[in-house]
């Protein structure tokens, strides 16, 4: 049995001053790239390099140390935890407790 395995293909469309076309296609030549497939990678890469810079986060090592002190240190639930942890048990533990299920 045949099963479709094209993808979806989406365009892009975008002006620039002919000197940065000329640039990029020189760029794509000397990669021996087509324009096309250069510019993919190019925007793939510089895509997937923003995401990173935005979803790290960069402490200085004073900074890494003081999380890591208030991770390692131990104190008691607050109250608005305690209340969530009794919601969390009425609403999944003791609803479950007569099944066999392992998880909530």
């Keep these: 049995m045949a099963t479709d395995t094209k993808q979806s293909v989406e365009r892009i469309n975008f002006r620039l001053p002919a ?4 640039m990029i296609e020189r760029a794509a030549a000397v990669t021996g790239q087509s324009l096309t497939d250069f510019a993919k990678a190019s925007l793939l ?3 997937q390099e923003a995401l990173d810079a935005h979803n790290r986060i960069l402490l200085s090592q004073e900074d890494c140390a003081a999380f890591m002190a208030m991770l390692e240190k131990e104190s008691e639930p607050t ?6 942890i009794e919601r ?5 533990i003791r609803r479950n407790s007569n099944s066999n299920a392992s998880c909530p």
């Design 79 to 84: 109250a608005a935890m305690k209340r969530a």
């Design 88 to 92: 969390y048990k009425s609403r999944y």
């Design 45 to 47: 890469r510089c895509a």
């Design 19 to 22: 000197a940065g076309k000329a």
